[in-house]
């Protein structure tokens, strides 16, 4: 019994159609991977040097969002706005950006949507809306201050999101990648012809590099870092344009290189931080000055 033409149609229609929703919902499995968000409370801020407060706000048409406020110590040099790595939520991460308060900085800690007590679900999209809004809320309270930090995926967010806000004065980015392709082809080096398959192009901070100038751009990665290989942090080094530094740290994981060397680590971010303020102040002030004729 031969098939009619019209129905040889349909069926191939089905087919293509049956790909078609594989293909998207696998690259939506992919991309999915790249956050692991829980609840759990590692801590409740009572550990911390500085006591956290509790604050709240939202990207437009985004869900609530949950963060912690850390006052400074003594004289408020500026304000940090830290965005976390991709797993757990921000009462785990605080401890790695808590002795930015002893140096003077307040500090926003916020958890993308999903992430903590914040609502909704994660979405690439989302977690960089998510980051403007932090960036936003700090300004509000610190317009010609405000620093970003980020690690691992929190570095890439901090990038494109920084990008996006001329306002923020820099950007460090610690064990960070230059795309989501490239961090997922390092993990699955067999599979690397696959990946465009897979994992989706987008919000890469690679292609916010020029946006971000002039603005410096501070990129630390651990020479032995085993989750985000060190040569995707010198490829996002390399893309950059000046100004810009690159601190790779012998011995030094991935959680953050501030484990292996505590001292050295804040000396140079407070560094950075402290020529960034610096050089918008005296920017200020020279034009304000009469000019010479």
Known sequence: MRTSPTKLMVVIGLLLAAL????????????SLFYYPNQNIYGTGEELDSRPKDIAFAAPSGPRLHGWWLAPHGKHRGTVVYCHGNAANLTLHARYADWLSKKGFAVLLFDYRG???????????????DAIAAIDYALTRDPNRTLVFG??????????????????????????????????????????????????????????????QPRPLFVIHGEDDHIVPVALGRQLFEAAG??????????????????????????????????ALRSKQESELRSKLPSKK
């Not at 078609?20 to 991309?31: E, F, P």
């Open 151 to 212: 690690h691992s995926l929190g570095g890439a967010i901090a990038i494109v999101a920084s990008a996006q806000r001329p306002q923020v004065r820099a950007v460090v980015a610690e064990s960070t990648f230059p795309s989501y392709r490239a961090i997922a082809a390092s993990a699955a080096p067999a599979l690397g012809a696959l990946v465009p398959l897979f994992v989706s192009a987008g919000q890469d901070p690679v292609d916010h590099l020029a946006a971000l």
């Open 20 to 31: 078609a929703i594989g293909y998207v919902v696998l690259w939506s499995i992919a991309d």
């Open 115 to 129: 992430y903590g007590k914040s609502a909704g679900s994660p979405t690439r999209d989302g977690t960089v809306a």
């Open 242 to 275: 000046e100004p810009k530094q690159l601190w790779v740290v012998p011995g030094a994981r991935h959680i953050t290189p501030w484990l292996k060397v505590p001292d050295e680590f804040e000396k140079r971010v407070d560094a950075f931080f402290s020529k």
